[in-house]
Each structure stands twice: as structure tokens, then as C-alpha cells.
């Protein structure tokens, strides 16, 4: 399962709890998000947004750059054949309060 993978790949890479369901905690965690998935030719194409929460919109923002560096290595694994950022943005959650950076992914996968 894709999204298994991812997790347990940034959960090595990155030194903040990843998750696939918001914790208790406030900040200093990373949230992943399947969006959608498409296949052609028993190749899949999964969608992801990967949020970055933290203290304050700049911490925000340094965390989301740490998962954008560790999301380059992605590719690298086993079944996983292209990794690409869509799109990056500020996603504060107003609110709440809650700083938060968002990466797009799609991930092409067997």
C-alpha cells in the first residue's frame, strides 16, 4: 500500500512524528492526506497532500521544505516510478489557528 510507504519513508526521514491522522498535539507533526488515485495499464497514480504543522508560519514553512528535500528521494524505492510536487502553499488553518504548509504530490507507483 502506497500510503504506508510514504509513511514509514518520511517517518525515517524526517525528525517530527508523521501521521495519518491529526494527533493530539498541536504542532511539530507531519500530516499525510491521500486525496485520489487513478490507474492505466496496471500502473497507479496516487495523489497526496502532505501537511506541515508547526509553531509559527516560518517554522511551517521549514518543515515543508524538509519533506519537499526527503520527497526527492522518494522516487528511489521499489514500484515507485516518478515522484512530482504540484503545487506548495501556505494552508493556515484561520480557524484554528493552526500553522500549516501544503505539498501536492503525485506519485506513480506499480
Known amino acids: ?7 514509514d519513508f518520511l517517518s525515517h526521514e524526517l525528525t ?6 491529526a ?6 507533526y507531519v500530516l499525510i492526506d491521500q ?3 487513478s490507474r ?3 500502473i497507479t497514480t496516487t495523489t497526496f497532500a502532505i501537511q506541515s504543522y508547526e509553531a509559527s508560519l516560518y517554522d511551517a514553512m521549514l518543515l515543508n521544505q524538509a519533506v519537499e528535500s526527503a520527497m526527492e528521494n522518494f ?8 515522484v ?11 480557524a ?5 504548509w501544503q505539498a501536492v504530490y503525485q506519485i506513480t507507483h506499480y
Open 1 to 7: 500500500m502506497i500510503a504506508k510507504t510514504l509513511l
Open 16 to 21: 517530527v512524528p508523521v501521521v495519518m491522522e
Open 23 to 28: 494527533p493530539k498535539q498541536t504542532t511539530g
Open 35 to 37: 486525496t485520489g488515485s
Open 40 to 42: 492505466t495499464n496496471h
Open 75 to 82: 522516487a528511489e524505492l521499489d514500484k515507485i516510478t516518478r
Open 84 to 94: 512530482e510536487l504540484e503545487t506548495d502553499y501556505n494552508f493556515t488553518n484561520t
Open 96 to 100: 484554528t489557528k493552526q500553522y500549516r
